[in-house]
């Protein structure tokens, strides 16, 4: 294919209707915001009831690379700075933790009584995607992602119950209120499935929902916070403008 | 179209978060209470939580004919013998009573520690290891080394949960072959707080040891009030004698944690005689209106070889000493360690502790 064809600024909808198509590069701009939760894929027992669940202010912003090989197939690379966050408020029973810190120490212990958590993580992710165009309308995209953490906020507060040192034989100590901060606790690299769905609405304007999935448990192994793994599950609801 | 099938997509995700599963299955395994009569009591009963271990303080009459205590549990659990059973305390009943828990997996067994009014003189011979935290306590053994009296506590259990590394020279108070009298005595150095317990403020733990309990359930919520001061104590005291030895760390901080230049740390060592059967605490044991005499060493600066203290009490009121009272002894590397203040490193050794009857 020759350079002037790769970088024509051609939309493509045009060719459509040509019987030889060219194949083209296409650039989009995507701005939007994340919806969603880092959290179990289904809830341990221990976890008795969500009284309140909000997502925080969680921008996504990006750039994304296309190249449509034929009128309906093509591939997409982008680029995106993703906030990822949300708060709860539950109520937990016999809730396992332990707790390691830098200086050698270790608390574990089984905690019932509510808790607060606020989780905030900024990403710089990679996803890349098979993309399907069957009209000038719709436009869906399908493929995997990868991240790295640069910003990590994941801390809370444990109040109103009682921990029971060691498990459930120790001895049990009231709690009006602690607090925790896990944010350094967080693996920096994440890994997951993409896909979505785009609907134009102007000339070069489309409104998109993508949903992003994480396979990769957020907090490491040998991390024991929690006994669960959390995973990173989130809706982009956005635009993306074509240039 | 698209907006309805990203609603599909939100509930869906909604959905997953909102599957609470069926409650688990109570795994607690406690004695919550266990009641006798009071009129059987020299002082309150007390659940050693940390250590199953169930502290009584008899009548000499309940001691030898026996009681039928009143437990509750755990919800779900049982206890074997059942609440209401007739037990024995002379040695012929059962020493323990064990709980199950609902869930069947956990067992706890309590051990009964029958704490008469005796001789009120110890060496500090015997200790035991906390299973969990390991953590060392003084303790008083007979000869087949059954744990006969539990006299004395100290805040080593607080300090156990502020995720201390678990090894008995990690606690501030321990034993040690540095004795005056016998193989062992006990030894309270101040130390620094832990990463855990910065998170709330305390930056340092002064080492501690009194004739007491130690009420975990309270320590993060009112530290103060966990230390509770006292057993059952009869007649009147006239001296409080012993052996010690101090060295005060070298640099004196405050609560935040600040090195104050020119102060020197001291360590207290005090009596307490006080009326009724409720223990005093660390926010009450100089100011109760129930402290019927006191007996401090004069001054808590350092003494590099074992000294002997021979201190008299002073009585605050009259009292005829046939009522109900209770005796407090109260040692700290670090005077005012209950508010976080002192000097790491500032040890304290006792041994030989005394309270001489009139």
Not at chain 2, 9 to 23: G, N
Request: with cysteine; glycine share 10%; net charge positive.
């Amino acid at each position: 294919m020759a350079p002037a064809t790769l970088f024509a600024q051609d939309n493509g909808n045009g060719q459509t209707k040509n019987k030889t198509y060219k194949p083209v590069l296409e650039h989009r701009i995507l701005a939007g915001f994340n919806f969603g939760a880092t959290a179990p894929v289904g809830l341990p027992n221990t976890i008795r009831k969500i009284e309140g669940f909000w997502p925080e202010f969680c921008p996504s912003l990006g750039y994304e690379l296309s190249y449509r090989a034929t009128h309906k197939w093509g591939a997409a690379i982008a680029v995106k700075l993703d906030y990822k966050g949300m708060g709860t408020k539950d109520v937990v029973q016999y809730f396992p933790t332990i707790i390691t810190t830098s200086d050698g120490g270790r608390f574990q212990g089984d905690f019932s009584g509510e808790n607060k958590t606020t989780v905030r993580n900024a990403y710089v992710s990679f996803p890349v995607s098979a993309v399907f165009t069957p009209n000038n309308k719709w436009r869906f995209n399908l493929g995997g992602y990868v991240a790295w953490l640069f910003s990590s906020n994941f801390y809370g507060t444990v109040s109103n119950g009682y921990i029971r040192n060691g498990g459930p034989k120790g001895e049990k100590v009231n709690i009006t209120e602690a607090t925790f901060d896990f944010g350094k606790e967080m693996r920096t690299f994440d890994v997951g499935l993409q896909g979505g769905a785009s609907y134009r609405v102007g000339k070069n304007l489309s409104i998109n929902g993508n949903l992003n999935w994480g396979l990769r448990p957020v907090f490491p192994d040998e991390f024991k916070g929690m006994d669960f793994p959390l995973y990173n599950i989130y809706l982009t609801l956005g635009v993306a403008y074509k240039i | 179209m698209n907006i309805r099938k990203l609603c599909y997509l939100a509930t869906l995700m909604v959905m997953i978060q909102s599957c609470i599963r069926d409650a688990p299955i109570n795994p607690e395994a406690d004695i919550e209470t266990f009641k006798i009569d009071k009129q059987y009591l020299t002082g309150d009963i007390f659940i050693d939580q940390a250590n199953a271990k169930i502290i009584l303080s008899l009548t000499p009459e309940a001691f030898n004919s026996g009681l039928a205590p009143v437990i509750t549990v755990s919800a779900g659990a049982k206890v074997v013998p059942a609440s209401g059973d007739s037990i024995k305390f002379d040695g012929t009943g059962p020493k323990q009573y064990v709980v199950t828990s609902a869930s069947g997996v956990n067992q706890k067994a309590y051990t009964i520690v029958v704490a008469q009014i005796g001789v009120f003189k110890w060496d500090f011979e015997s200790w035991q290891l906390n299973d969990n935290d390991k953590y060392q306590y003084p303790v008083e053994i007979d000869s087949s080394r059954a744990v006969t009296n539990m006299m004395w506590s100290s805040g080593n259990p607080g300090i156990a949960l502020s995720g201390v590394k678990k090894d008995p020279m990690e606690y501030p108070l321990r034993a040690t072959t540095d004795a005056f009298h016998g193989k062992y005595a006990a030894e309270l150095v101040t130390r620094e707080g832990t990463v855990l317990s910065n998170f709330i403020g305390i930056k340092l733990f002064a080492g501690s040891l009194f004739l007491g309990v130690f009420d975990s359930e309270n320590a993060m919520t009112e530290p103060l009030k966990a230390t509770k001061f006292g057993q059952p104590y009869l007649g009147k005291p006239s001296r409080f004698t012993g052996y010690y030895k101090y060295k005060p760390g070298e640099k004196y901080q405050d609560k935040a944690g600040n090195i104050m230049a020119g102060m020197k740390d001291s360590c207290s060592l005090y009596a307490v005689l006080y009326r009724g059967t409720e223990r005093l605490d660390a926010t009450n044991i100089h100011t109760s209106d129930r402290i019927l005499a006191t007996a401090s060493i004069p001054n808590g600066g350092p003494r590099e070889q074992w000294t002997k203290f021979d201190v008299p009490f002073v009585e605050k009121q009259s009292y005829t000493g046939n009522e109900k009272m209770m005796m407090a002894i109260v040692a700290s590397s670090s005077k005012d360690g209950d508010a976080y203040k002192g000097a790491i490193g500032s040890r304290l050794v006792v041994d030989s502790l005394q309270i001489i009857p009139q």
